[in-house]
């Protein structure tokens, strides 16, 4: 086994390393791949976002959302409106959704946040159901468009600079969706960071291992419980304003903005690993990864794949997705995060400096 | 003649050892009580027996190596545990809560469950009652009387003291010790209240970190000078 | 007042479908203290068996109880394998293999019964037009007549065995109080496996019922019935059996009172929206349900 000090050249070494990858694959995706691929980490950074925003309500105070796909849809409907409608700027629009989900948020978490654990699940899984009939309601067609929905946002071309991929004719939205989403994703990163790092992230953790003993020591549970709420209601609408954009398209059958995405990003999140800051980020990751090579398992797979499912003429995508995410709760039960770190420490120890 | 016998008992919660080789032995009709600091390892002693948790080392139940049995076959062997804080069912009836505790046994049980009430007239008035709304001292009574619904060879007992009333404790002791003495019940007990404990014991163990430091019948260690200063105030 | 009469007997055979799925969630969530959000499609694909084997030509009935023992055996095996194991290391990991269960089942039943225009499923209940009985001016079909009684009768069966067994007895004691359970004795293990048993079973039949009333069979069966016995749950508190039967049966005439009475400006689409805001302004008023017990807490 590997042991490194912390602060020492091998330490910084693999640090600056591991920066460097990272940058350079950032780099490489929207200039070296096809379309699709650029559209499938766009789709994977929004994902992300919605799954940090539940993360930031579940992982940090222990209370269940089902209902953040209602955000979602804010998100993407308010930019959606603004942008056609009322010509709006694309850029500007995530102020607005921003603050129009944060005020929706409270308002639903004041009442709602007295409810607790399963039953608060079941509420705001009511307000996921509810949110597309209230999209489809006859006397708000006048803004929503109804069941067909808002299509052909238009959106911002980039400045042509080669770095960003704009170049070689390539798909302008997929690559303006892949660098607006990664702006967005790391300005949401350093919000939960922020937040967990200070004094009202302290008395979030307080909250979540005991409400009680939290109150005691003079914490506002109420005040920070709602406040979290509207923080995490509005970093979830921006990441269906990412949504909206990217694919130019809004409906009320959307999958992110039905039940199915209050539960794709909760699966996100636990997959990853709730309470962790990157576990979204991997989750997200993982899960796109997932969703997309099962959704490449067609009917005429040849292979094990065919072997197995040749009696079928449905494609086993759906299955194989269920399996895939019940073998890795069983053998990542606290998510990839915790057992990337049990792994990990098995190679290489960092020592705390000064022992 | 040896009724339990632990060879080497070690425990640990996740990296911590807690137990590190206990050697203690109950004989047939014995009160043992287990005396120690906070942290000693009485309780992780008691729960190693029962097993509800993992352990390594040797148990000898009458004659059975319990060391790798579960709580659910220790019991039927004839181990019942009265566990800290009482354990009883809250959402349950006192009834319910005696029947539960006969739960191994097949043949009928309702003349054990007229004895207890008999013995603990209190549960007897408020058998409809949930459990939860008892009194502590009515729920330890209620723990002790459910644990002895299952007819055990040893009851274990830990800490049945722990927030009672000093009259209620009295009460209490009285009754195991008249379940010991005249019904030959073997109890290993666990307690704090250093003084009370030895009045009723035949032999004692020491703890202190996960061993035991000290060991003999009452009388010599309530007679030892440096434990009287250490363990019994004075 | 025929009318009123209709709709409120029409809502007492939904309510009772919807109260013995919910009642599914309750013993589950007593038990283990988990949502299991694979309930609807576990039903879903109990029905599909039944069919099946009824298609074989085995008698319904007979095919319903075959499909009950399949969904006590689906329950009971997916708690065992791989609940469990979960369980112990994290919560949030139960909610994410109930919903890969959900998407495993309905996969699975997509890929096994393939016909886009679904399958014809039978009542068991006589269920042509004539079938039907007049009563203080109201249709009481004899389909949905039989539909209220099996529910009934099988929940009245699930009190006894609650109340009065010693299983029940044990059963309870693991939801109270599972270390002090595996103290007396109580084979926990084999406790929890059976609830999630008992629960996919109930479901089991449930989905048999909704087949046989809407006629027709597809994967998409039971997403708004799991919708409203999950809100019947929560309605009547998620520890209360009781009160998932009595919150599923308001629930079933709730629906069909506002879908006969409501105002045109509400519409058809928004049925299912009034039940949940119902349901909504009920649990802010009582945050456990109506009859589900606050735990209290010890700091």
Known sequence: MLKIKEGSVVHWAVRVACVLAIAIFIVYIPTHSETARIGQFASAFTLIIAAM????VLGYTGQISIGHSAFFGIGGYTAAILIRDHGWSPGYTFYAAA??????????????????????????????????TLLRWKKLEWLTSGAKGIDSVKYDKLPVWPFLGELKGRDGRAVFAYWLGLLVLVIAFLICRGLIKSRVGRSLIAIRDN???????????????????????????????????????????????????????????VVGGAGTLSGP??????????????????????????????????????????????VIMLFAPTGLVGLFRKLSRRIVTIEPQGQ | MSLLQTTGLRASYGQVDVLLGIDIEVNQG???????????????????????????????????????????????????????????????????????????????????????FETFPRLGERKSQKAGSLSGGEQQMLAIARALMSRPRLLLCDEPSLGLAPLVTQELFGVLKSLNQQEGLSVLLVEQNANLALKIANKVYLLETGQVVASGDAESIAGDERIRRAYLGG | ??????????????????????????????????????????????????????????????????????????????????????????????????????????SLATMIWDRAEGYTMKSLFPNKDVDFVRILGAEWRYKYIGV????????????????????????????????????????????????????????????????????????????????????????????????????????????????????????????????????????????????????????
């Open chain 2, 30 to 116: 014995e009160m043992v009580v287990i005396l120690g600091a906070n942290g000693a390892g009485k309780t992780t002693t008691m729960r190693a027996v029962s097993g509800t948790i993992p352990r390594s080392g040797s148990i000898v139940f009458d004659g059975h190596e319990i060391v790798t049995q579960n709580a659910e076959s220790i019991v039927r062997l004839g181990i019942a545990h009265v566990p800290q804080g009482r354990g009883t069912f809250s959402d349950l009836t006192v009834e319910e809560n005696l029947r539960i505790g006969a739960y191994i046994r097949k043949d009928s049980v309702e003349s054990d469950i007229e004895r207890w």
């Open chain 3, 148 to 299: 209220l009684i099996v529910a009934l009768a099988l929940m009245g069966l699930l009190f006894l065995l609650f109340s009065k067994t010693k299983f029940g007895l044990a059963m309870r004691s693991v939801a109270s109080n599972p270390e002090s359970a595996r103290l007396v004795g109580v084979p926990s293990g084999l406790v929890l496996a059976s609830s999630w048993g008992i629960a996919a079973a109930m479901g089991a039949l449930s989905g048999a019922l909704v087949g046989g009333i809407n006629g027709q069979l597809t994967p998409s069966l039971m997403f708004a019935v799991f919708i409203y016995a999950s809100a019947a749950a929560t309605l009547g508190g998620l520890d209360s059996p009781g009160g998932a039967v009595i919150a599923g049966l308001s629930i079933g005439i709730g629906e069909q009172l506002v879908a006969g009475y409501a105002p045109g400006w509400i519409g058809q689409d928004l049925k299912l929206s009034v039940a949940l805001i119902l349901i909504f302004v009920v649990l802010l008023v009582k945050p456990s349900g109506l009859f589900g017990s606050l735990k209290v807490e010890r700091v």
């Open chain 1, 281 to 326: 980020i991997i989750g997200g990751l993982v899960y796109v990864w997932l969703d997309n090579t099962t959704r490449g398992i067609g009917t005429d797979s040849r292979g094990v794949v065919g072997f197995i499912f040749g009696w079928t003429n449905q494609s086993p995508a759906t299955l194989i997705l269920g399996l895939a995410l019940i």
């Open chain 1, 53 to 56: 925003s539940l993360n930031l």
């Open chain 3, 1 to 106: 007042m025929e009318r009123l009469l209709q709709y409120v007997f029409d809502g007492l055979s939904f309510g009772a479908i919807y109260a013995l799925l919910a009642l599914g969630l309750v013993v589950v969530f007593r038990g283990t203290g988990h949502l299991n959000f694979a309930q609807g499609e576990m039903a879903m694909f109990c029905t599909f068996i039944v069919w099946q084997i009824n298609d074989w030509g085995v008698p319904l009935i007979l095919a319903v109880a075959i499909g009950m023992l399949f969904g006590f055996a689906l329950g009971a095996g997916a708690e065992a394998t791989v609940i469990r194991s979960v369980a112990k290391k994290s919560p949030g990991g139960v909610f994410v293999v109930s919903i890969a269960l959900f998407l495993g089942l309905n």
């Open chain 1, 99 to 132: 603050i129009i989900a944060f005020i929706v948020g409270c308002l639903i978490a004041m009442p709602v946040l007295r409810i607790r654990g399963a039953y608060l699940a079941l509420v705001t899984l009511a307000v996921a159901v509810l949110f597309p």
């Open chain 1, 211 to 269: 409400e009680t003993a939290a109150a005691v020591m003079g914490v506002n549970v109420t005040r920070t419980k709602v406040l979290i709420f509207g923080i995490s209601a509005s970093l979830c609408a921006l990441a269906g304003v990412l949504s909206t954009l990217s694919t130019g398209v809004v409906t009320p059958d959307g999958q992110y903005v039905t039940l199915l995405g209050s539960i794709i990003f909760l699966l996100i999140m």
